[in-house]
């Protein structure tokens, strides 16, 4: 007879175990244990069904071919035994067992098991605020979630809604609730959304691209209290206004769910997850763990991290099922890899920022750059900004974030890998990318984010970052700011600012000498192309004191003068 695997958790990680093991594994009995009602479902869609791109909850729980992932698929199919709406209470580690009771009847039932799989996920963090138990107030991780909220939105009452946090969860909800109509405001504690995730200057593309739909964002504001009238909501009450409001959905973040596993005497890390091994074993070594509850090894800093994702909880699951089934595998870590889309914008990072390089003890050195995703003779072609952090002393690429209306995600992957890879700047500017018109420039912009980090830490280019622009500029800093765009440009693009002169790339020979070679000299263009020009023909005509502002005028995250 084969190995009893007990599985408590059937979304992600439990699913992918279960599944995978009766792929590899001819004589396990697996059996899982699901609190809630459904299974195997993609969480990461809730949004999209709440905003109606997602027509039927159904959908987020069938396979390719449109069979729903419930207990009859799974025991027909999968002869897996499921227990729906059975929670589990407690793990008896001597005696291998797991006592759960049935949600539905109230009764109390025994399990045993041979190997233990703990993939009891996360639940959402709820703000103990006055009014936070009003009927519209929605947190958004579980199906059951995603059916009140979308019933709430479908009845018609719903017309304004808040979002408290601006974390990934908040942000991924914005467009689905503009979808449908609705007016969102998104309050936040710090001042530009994603703060988690992204640098400032990213958070304040991502900013802008919020306002620029009409969405209210209100940063550096406490949530005080959400008031209500009558049992409904009318608003959200925080330290510096009152914001009108039907429906309010808390995204403030979420907590692994471990409570069984620490009353079980397993160990649990910093941040509040289950420990494991690279081989996802717990410290009982007939206890595995995986998904949302655990922590794992980030592979650039070396320590334990918490990252709550989808594909991360999949891939564990099956290292766990390989490792249960006799086959040797590990999981290496994460690399802190996140996407999402604002409307037509995608925004997304991986590895680490400068600022948490250098805090990590590596000599970072970053440089962001614009450019279009296909070339700009195609139709649909648009722009992707990419900030690109390599380690000085080793070269090696440490983290990447990109924005843009362009095809961002694909690059997002390719400097996923470079970072997964060890990749030096050297090698990823060499990588034989794809090319072809419809679906690259001849570089790619990965390629030019290479080879522009690579001519500044070779000092063949000095450069300032939008942010670093404005914040020496704030301390002080004085430089002249040579635009080459040419006027009409200035009209329709705007402005930086600041002291600025304009010179048209093709007068700069000729005008050179109306500049100040004592004085520092800023170049810039849309995207700073012909700002890496201007600064080269100045360079070559004996200024020294020239910088480009990487990204130029698409690049520049706050405001602009029109």
């Given at each position: 007879m084969g190995k009893k695997v007990l599985i408590i958790g059937g979304v992600a990680c439990g699913g992918k175990t279960a599944a995978r093991l009766m792929r590899i594994d001819s004589e396990a009995e697996v059996t899982i244990l699901e609190k809630g009602k459904y299974l195997s479902y993609a969480g990461c869609g809730l949004p999209f069904y709440v905003g109606g791109v997602v027509k039927e909850y159904s959908d987020l729980m069938t396979t390719p071919i449109g069979i729903v992932r419930d207990e009859n698929f799974f025991r027909k199919v999968k002869h897996i035994n499921v227990h729906t709406s059975h929670m589990a209470t407690k793990i008896d580690r001597k005696n291998h067992n797991v006592i759960a009771v049935d949600l539905t009847?109230?009764?109390?039932?025994?399990?045993?098991?041979?190997?233990?799989?703990?993939?009891?996920?996360?639940?959402?963090?709820?703000?103990?605020?006055?009014?936070?138990?009003?009927?519209?107030?929605?947190?958004?991780?579980?199906?059951?979630?995603?059916?009140?909220?979308?019933?709430?939105?479908?009845?018609?009452?719903?017309?304004?809604?808040?979002?408290?946090?601006?974390?990934?969860?908040?942000?991924?909800?914005?467009?689905?609730l503009c979808n449908r109509g609705l007016e969102v405001s998104v309050v936040d504690i710090l001042d530009r959304p994603l703060p988690a995730m992204i640098d400032p200057a990213f958070g304040r593309y991502l900013l802008k691209a919020l306002q620029s739909k009409g969405v209210h964002f209100y940063g550096e504001e406490r949530v005080l209290e959400i008031v209500g009238h009558n049992g409904e909501v009318k608003s959200v009450k925080t330290d510096k206004r009152e914001i009108p409001a039907d429906m309010v959905l808390m995204a403030v973040g979420v907590r692994p769910n471990t409570a069984i596993a620490k009353d079980a005497g397993l160990e649990i890390g910093k941040s509040g997850g289950i420990l494991?091994?690279?081989?996802?074993?717990?410290?009982?070594?007939?206890?595995?763990?995986?998904?949302?509850?655990?922590?794992?090894?980030?592979?650039?800093?070396?320590?334990?991290?918490?990252?709550?994702?989808?594909?991360?909880?999949?891939?564990?699951?099956?290292?766990?099922?390989?490792?249960?089934?006799?086959?040797?595998?590990?999981?290496?870590?994460?690399?802190?890899?996140?996407?999402?889309?604002?409307?037509?914008?995608?925004?997304?990072?991986?590895?680490?920022?400068?600022?948490?390089?250098?805090?990590?003890?590596?000599?970072?050195?970053?440089?962001?750059?614009?450019?279009?995703?296909?070339?700009?003779?195609?139709?649909?072609?648009?722009?992707?900004?990419?900030?690109?952090?390599?380690?000085?002393?080793?070269?090696?690429?440490?983290?990447?974030?990109?924005?843009?209306?362009?095809?961002?995600?694909?690059?997002?992957?390719?400097?996923?890998?470079?970072?997964?890879?060890?990749?030096?700047?050297?090698?990823?500017?060499?990588?034989?990318?794809?090319?072809?018109?419809?679906?690259?420039?001849?570089?790619?912009?990965?390629?030019?984010?290479?080879?522009?980090?690579?001519?500044?830490?070779?000092?063949?280019?000095?450069?300032?970052?939008?942010?670093?622009?404005?914040?020496?500029?704030?301390?002080?800093?004085?430089?002249?700011?040579?635009?080459?765009?040419?006027?009409?440009?200035?009209?329709?693009?705007?402005?930086?600012?600041?002291?600025?002169?304009?010179?048209?790339?093709?007068?700069?020979?000729?005008?050179?000498?109306?500049?100040?070679?004592?004085?520092?000299?800023?170049?810039?263009?849309?995207?700073?192309?012909?700002?890496?020009?201007?600064?080269?023909i100045l360079r070559r005509l004996g200024f020294e004191k020239v910088f480009v502002l990487e990204g130029g005028i698409e690049g520049w995250p706050f405001e602009l003068v029109k």
């Open positions: 009847s109230g009764q109390e039932k025994n399990f045993s098991y041979d190997k233990l799989v703990i993939a009891t996920g996360a639940s959402p963090i709820r703000l103990p605020l006055p009014g936070s138990d009003l009927p519209e107030v929605f947190t958004l991780w579980t199906m059951s979630d995603a059916l009140a909220m979308r019933a709430a939105i479908d009845s018609g009452k719903v017309k304004r809604a808040v979002i408290i946090g601006g974390g990934l969860i908040g942000m991924e909800v914005v467009e689905a494991v091994d690279e081989h996802m074993r717990t410290n009982d070594p007939d206890i595995y763990a995986g998904g949302d509850c655990v922590e794992v090894n980030h592979i650039l800093t070396g320590r334990k991290t918490w990252q709550p994702m989808g594909s991360v909880a999949n891939r564990q699951g099956r290292v766990i099922a390989d490792n249960i089934a006799g086959i040797p595998s590990t999981f290496p870590g994460v690399a802190g890899t996140a996407i999402m889309r604002a409307f037509e914008y995608t925004i997304g990072k991986t590895g680490l920022t400068k600022e948490e390089a250098i805090k990590e003890g590596y000599d970072a050195e970053a440089v962001t750059i614009v450019n279009s995703d296909i070339p700009h003779f195609m139709p649909n072609s648009a722009l992707i900004t990419i900030r690109l952090v390599a380690d000085k002393k080793t070269r090696r690429v440490l983290g990447a974030q990109v924005f843009g209306k362009g095809r961002a995600d694909k690059r997002l992957d390719i400097l996923v890998t470079a970072v997964t890879g060890g990749l030096t700047i050297d090698m990823l500017g060499n990588t034989d990318v794809a090319y072809a018109p419809p679906y690259s420039t001849a570089l790619d912009p990965v390629t030019h984010a290479a080879n522009a980090l690579k001519n500044k830490m070779d000092n063949l280019m000095r450069s300032v970052s939008p942010l670093e622009l404005k914040e020496k500029i704030e301390e002080g800093w004085n430089p002249l700011c040579v635009d080459v765009r040419t006027p009409e440009e200035i009209i329709t693009q705007g402005q930086l600012p600041y002291d600025c002169v304009n010179i048209p790339l093709g007068l700069l020979w000729e005008k050179a000498s109306e500049l100040p070679k004592d004085r520092d000299i800023v170049t810039y263009c849309k995207i700073s192309v012909r700002g890496w020009d201007a600064y080269s």
